[in-house]
């Protein structure tokens, strides 16, 4: 995870980046898209929000509200 910074409002998120070749090797495919399909649904206090979730041809990338502690 890296910690990444919105150019126009300053607030910081954490990126959480996971190789799709690592995740096909492992067999995770489903327990990933499982992950997003929760985090996206969940609006609690004590979770952290989804904000985004992208994609390229090797990476997908989940931006994730910063909990710092």
Avoid at 10 to 20: F, V
Avoid at 40 to 61: I, N, T, W
Wanted: net charge positive.
């Amino acid at each position: 995870m890296t910690l990444e910074q919105h150019r126009e409002t300053g607030k910081t998120y954490a990126l959480k980046q996971m190789s799709k070749a690592y995740i096909v090797k492992c067999k995770m495919q489903k327990s990933v898209m499982n992950e997003k399909k929760i985090l996206a649904m969940c609006d609690h206090p004590f979770l952290l929000q989804l904000a985004a979730a992208y994609q390229d041809a090797d990476e997908l990338y989940m931006l994730l509200e910063l909990a710092l502690g």
